[in-house]
């Protein structure tokens, strides 16, 4: 059974920079063709795609975002870790982490997000 | 920058077919952008669909398929069911990144 749960602040204030951690269990990021991404979506928004980290540590990034993020993972604990730079309160938002594995196949698994606030 | 456009609304009456599309600013959808469906009812995590444009997960219902129409992606859902009454996305692969289409509010009328 495949799980993910994210973690972190709640809230930050602008320009700090926010860490969160994607916990899951039920699959190994050391196993071939298996990614773990980053998905955001502002209240009443749509989802915006932020990252992706693959199980050869190829990690895939925003374009429009790509300055302030970073994706990084530690397969012996199972955890992914994205921070993004100088938050604004545009940035506020759920974020979710999701699996990734198969051709073709992105994100059948989510964690149930969490809300993050970007204000002073 | 590359923008993923899907109908903002559609409605449907129970039992009814209705189908939502995906288009992409680059041009005609073709399997290699591997086009993804998700669904996401209010105050829930997004769940998929269907992947590679037409395949199912075990948990899609048979109602639910996926195809390439008028060189969009699309999503067709067949007998609806008031729980189809939801908020639907598309995915495409643009050679490494992806992007999510703005979404489909479907109301079941």
Known sequence: ???????????VKPTQTLTLTCTFSGFSLSTSGVGVGWIRQPPGKAL????????????RYSPSLKSRLTITKDTSKNQV????????????????????????SFFGYWGQGTLVTVSS | QTVVTQEP????????????TCASST???????????????????PRALIYSTSNKHSWTPARFSGSLLGGKAALTLSGVQPEDEAE??????YGGAVVF???TKLTVL
């Open chain 2, 27 to 45: 041009g005609a959808v073709t399997s290699g952008y591997y086009p993804n469906w998700f669904q996401q009812k209010p105050g829930q995590a």
């Open chain 1, 48 to 59: 915006e795609w932020l990252a992706l980290i693959y199980w050869d540590d190829d990690k």
């Open chain 2, 88 to 93: 639907y996305y598309c995915l495409l692969y």
């Open chain 1, 81 to 104: 870790v994205l921070t993004m730079t100088n938050m604004d309160p545009v940035d506020t938002a759920t974020y979710y982490c999701a699996h990734r594995y198969g051709s073709g």
């Open chain 2, 9 to 20: 609304s559609l409605t449907v009456s129970p039992g009814g077919t209705v189908t939502l």
């Open chain 1, 1 to 11: 059974q495949i799980t993910l749960k994210e973690s972190g602040p709640t809230l």
């Open chain 2, 101 to 103: 289409g703005g979404g």
